[in-house]
């Protein structure tokens, strides 16, 4: 419960460090950077040496974001997001059918494109996202945190179509599509090491000027 703790107060004091460089900005006439929200499901798996089905698992995934607008076509947006995902049915090399079910907190780092079409703007964008793995089950709530380790690392690819509302506070409203791959090795006991996760996320997301 410790470990857990202190991964969700290093993540929230890694979203206080991003929000702390970016006050000095708002007092612009226009500012570069917006807080935004978002919310949605993603499907996940595992794929790997050491998996020999890959069926996905529905979970949900939320959290918060800073979009720095470097110019009009390109942005940078670090994530702190909580994602629950896993495995439906794993079917590990020693024989074994199983369920996985992990709760993660995800750091993205996304470079992001923008074509120049607003009010409707359609991006494009990649980086890299460093995962906290802060608990790990199989079957109905079996703890299995010694059969996995801790920390993830993965590439994201996806898209977005934005609508510019420039009501109030409220700036930006968006549907986004993305594809995380896991490139670390999640598992961590004999016959169950070479596991990678993969996921398929959408999501809605509110963007608000600060």
Not at 52 to 64: A, I, M
Not at 71 to 100: C, I, M, W
Not at 122 to 140: H, I, K, Q
């Amino acid at each position: 419960m410790q470990t857990v703790t202190s991964k969700l107060t290093a993540s929230i004091a890694t979203l206080a460090l991003l929000l702390g460089l970016a006050l000095p900005m708002s007092s612009q006439a226009q500012s570069p950077v917006d807080l935004g929200v978002r919310g949605g499901v993603t499907q996940a798996t595992f794929y790997g040496d050491d998996v020999n089905s890959n069926d996905f698992r529905p979970g949900f995934t939320g959290g918060v974001f800073l979009n720095y607008q470097v110019n009009d076509a390109f942005a940078v947006q670090p994530e702190v997001l909580y994602s629950r995902r896993g495995t439906k049915n794993h079917n590990s090399a020693a024989g074994n059918d199983l369920r996985v079910r992990q709760d993660v907190i995800e750091i993205p780092v996304l470079l992001k494109l923008s074509a120049p079409t607003a009010p409707v703007t359609p991006r494009l964008y990649v980086g890299p996202a460093l995962g906290f793995v802060t608990n790990s089950e199989l079957g109905n709530g079996n703890d299995a945190d010694d059969s996995f380790t801790d920390v993830d690392f993965s590439g994201v690819v996806g898209g977005e179509i934005a609508y510019a509302l420039n009501k109030g506070p409220l700036s930006e409203i968006a549907v986004d599509g993305r594809y995380n791959l896991g490139l670390a090795n999640l598992g961590d006991a004999n016959n169950f090491e070479d596991v990678r996760t993969s996921a398929f996320t959408g999501t809605l997301s509110l963007r608000f000027d600060i």
